[in-house]
């Protein structure tokens, strides 16, 4: 049912993002939106990124390539934009993996101004994460490190493939300024400049042999007065520069770096979609998460490395939602989602619906919202939702402002020393019972699923604009 047209009058840019730390679902909607698009622009994060594609009947998992290229993709255009990290090496394999499938890829740019991640900075990335101490849960796959020697002034940038002299200067130069990082360890890599030359050189001809590489930011620019849909990655949660700091990927993943690292401003963007799970919501890796089902062990038995979707699978596959005990309850809701990580298959922490975050969260992105997921609570009795924190830290300045114990928190705070102090205070919701998969209209909808809906909506100003129910592109709902 994708009678969008509504909802799109006037809209000549749209920007998909997320309101949470990410796996919200943003690929089914790019998907969704994709056949009313000619322009899908990446614009922000990497190959940290995950979405899962099924070709043929088997599922692909994709980093760096938009969601949007499997979709009819003839006559638009595919582009990753100025502010993705750009690893080619991983470009090259996903570019193989299409043809592998007979799958075209014509209409896929890349921008020539997008940073380029290089070996040595998944060797970085990777010793930060061996380190008790400064570990933050990564995907190792090298963004931190490479967003970084951009704001150092010596990254290299995707036109640097197609030059050899500028590409082996720049490299040189880079890991002579990296090298530092390895100066304390025994065994120290060892990263052979001449060959990753080679190595990289190779990509980008590669590159320029499908004439891929353009100023894509001219091209966007260009397309304004057809329709371009902004393609995000992560989370508000997740920014650089909104997030739970300094638990965040290394870009600006709200709307504001979506439209720049597409080659926009936000002035440009004429309607932004964020979206939430319905009603709880993930993490992967480390940092604080007030609403945690089962808190801390929660949270330690996910980033401990021993946990797969398999094991978990094995162990707990029958397991019955309604638990009483919150790591068992996290455990069956992860199950029922499905909520392992695209790219490290790590478990996905769980907790009930944060509205302090959420109020944060839509401050960035406006309160236009989709809701998915809604399917996995199903066979939930009870939804708790929190509405406030209660502060239970020591007296603690915010600017001007002080915290005191005992103090309610209505609007998060993005400060690691009081989100570990916050306990949230819950309403508990009548769970609706009943498989709602195959409902087709927004009044189908279950009573006691709308008026948790209403409630979340009148606590925070959030206006529901698109419902999903299902991973299907038809298990949509389009709200009032
Ligand atoms: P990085 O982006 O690999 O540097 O990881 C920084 C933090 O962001 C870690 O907690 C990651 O788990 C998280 N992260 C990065 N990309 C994603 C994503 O696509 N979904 C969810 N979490 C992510």
Request: proline share 3%; with cysteine.
């Amino acid at each position: 049912m994708r009678d969008y047209k509504k909802l799109l009058n006037g809209v000549n840019t749209l920007a998909i993002v997320c309101n949470q730390w990410g796996d919200t679902g943003k690929g089914k909607f790019i998907d969704y939106f994709a056949d009313w698009a000619d322009v899908i622009v990446r614009g922000t994060g990497g190959a940290n990124a995950g979405h899962t594609i099924s070709i043929n009947g088997t599922d692909h998992i994709f980093h760096l390539i938009p969601s949007g290229i499997l979709h009819d993709s003839f006559g638009k255009f595919n582009i990753i934009g100025n502010g993705v990290a750009f690893d080619p090496k991983i470009f090259s394999e996903e570019l193989a993996m299409l043809r592998n499938h007979g799958i075209k890829y014509e209409g896929l740019l890349v921008s020539k101004d997008a940073k380029l991640v290089l070996p040595q900075h998944i060797l970085i990335d990777q010793l930060r994460e061996s380190n008790r101490n400064s570990k933050i849960g990564t995907t190792g796959r090298g963004i931190g490190p490479a967003y970084r020697d951009h704001y150092d002034r010596i990254g290299l940038v995707v036109n640097d493939l197609l030059n050899k002299d500028v590409l082996a200067n720049k490299l040189r130069r880079n890991w002579d300024h990296n090298r530092i990082h390895f100066s304390d360890v025994v065994s120290k890599p060892r990263l052979d400049i001449d060959s990753v030359v080679e190595e990289y050189y190779a990509y980008g001809k590669e590159l320029l042999a499908t004439s891929m590489v353009w100023d894509t930011d001219h091209v966007v620019r260009e397309s304004l007065s057809r329709r371009i849909l902004l393609e995000g990655a992560q989370g508000n949660l997740l920014s650089i520069d909104y997030g739970t700091y300094p638990y965040v990927t290394a870009s600006d993943c709200s709307v504001h770096g979506l439209a720049k690292g597409a080659g926009l401003s936000l002035k440009e963007v004429d309607l932004t979609l964020g979206i939430i799970k319905g009603f709880y919501m993930t993490r992967v890796g480390s940092g604080p998460f007030p609403t945690e089902l089962g808190g801390e062990a929660s949270a330690a038995y996910c980033n401990s490395g021993q946990v797969t979707k398999e094991s978990e699978l094995k162990q707990y596959g029958n397991l019955n939602i309604n638990q009483t005990a919150g790591t068992l309850q996290a455990i069956a809701v992860r199950i029922a989602g499905d909520e392992y990580g695209a790219t490290t298959g790590r478990p996905r922490r769980i907790g009930w619906l944060d509205i302090p975050l959420l109020r944060y969260s839509l401050a960035i992105s406006g309160p236009n919202t989709i809701l998915t997921k809604l399917d996995v609570l199903d066979q939930c009795n009870e939804i708790n939702i929190c509405f406030r924190y209660i502060y239970t830290g020591d007296t603690y300045c915010i600017g001007q402002k002080i915290l005191s114990k005992n103090d309610y928190i209505y609007n998060a705070i993005m400060d690691n020393a009081v989100l570990q102090h916050c306990q949230p205070e819950y309403t508990s919701f009548q769970g609706w019972k009943t498989p709602i998969g195959d409902m087709q209209s927004y009044k189908d909808l279950p009573l006691q699923l709308l008026t948790i809906l209403d409630r979340v909506s009148q606590a925070t100003g959030m206006k529901p604009r698109l419902i999903s129910v299902g991973k299907d592109r038809d298990q949509t709902i389009i709200c009032p």
